[in-house]
């Protein structure tokens, strides 16, 4: 069964500070897909990143950038030069191929981590 | 303009009134899902639909119904509503699984 662990609950940091959130994920299967979804204040679901289990390649976009390690199971997300406007709170995902076929329709998220970012 | 909807936004209701959630999408996604938010406990999926007449259960089935009887709308009904059942719910759909999904603005339901 998949599971998605992110063990930190709440973050609170001051603008411009570096933060990363940590993502940790268990799963049985080979091909797998990770997600990252940011959810600010104003409670809608937006997504930010897509990574299947063949690329291991870490992927920066702006101040945002991901690091995917199969050998640790973890797909960390850091925020560099943090801003207020990141305040949100920021969820890992999994979707892996039910009964080892080919359909991806599951997706198990983890808890959740609250990110603050004070001015 | 392209977008998921969910109505009622908030609903407040009694144990056992049968209720219906509806949503809607205009991306002519194959893939819709419903999930549940709850405090600590993330997003759990509760239902999602691969394609047209095609469900299946996600991680917290028990209580809810879905039906795709068309692309572009996916209600989840809850037959018999009980007070655990109140929580804030998200439609989602993506072109396919697993891409990124595209989510409505939520419906909190509370169940008296």
């Known amino acids: 069964a998949q599971k998605v662990t992110q063990a930190q609950t709440e973050i609170s940091v001051v603008e411009k500070e570096d933060v990363t959130l940590d993502c940790v994920y268990e799963?049985?299967?080979?091909?797998?897909?990770l997600f990252w979804y940011k959810q600010p204040p104003s409670g809608e679901l937006v997504f930010l990143i897509r990574r299947n289990s063949f690329d291991e390649q870490n992927e920066i976009s702006g101040r945002y950038s991901w690091n995917f390690q199969k050998s640790t199971s973890s797909f960390n997300f850091t925020i560099t030069a943090s801003q207020v406007v990141d305040s949100a709170v920021y969820f890992c995902a999994l979707s892996e191929a039910i009964a080892g076929g080919t359909s991806y329709g599951k997706l198990t998220f983890g808890q959740g981590t609250i990110l603050t970012v004070h001015p | 303009e392209a977008q998921v909807t969910q109505n009622p936004r908030y609903l407040i209701t009694v144990t056992g009134k049968k209720l219906t959630v509806t949503c809607s999408q205009n991306?002519?996604?194959?893939?819709m899902s419903w999930y549940r938010q709850d405090p600590g406990l993330g997003l759990r999926q509760i239902y999602y639909s691969m394609n047209v007449e095609v469900t299946d259960k996600g991680d917290v089935p028990e209580g809810y119904k879905v039906s795709r009887k068309e692309k572009r709308n996916f209600p989840l009904i809850l037959e018999s509503p009980s007070p655990n059942q109140t929580s804030l719910y998200f439609c989602?759909?993506?072109?396919?699984?697993?891409?990124?999904?595209?989510f409505g603005p939520g419906t909190r339901l509370t169940v008296t």
């Open positions: 799963t049985r299967d080979t091909t797998y897909y």
């Open positions: 991306m002519n996604h194959e893939y």
């Open positions: 989602a759909s993506s072109l396919t699984g697993p891409r990124e999904q595209y």
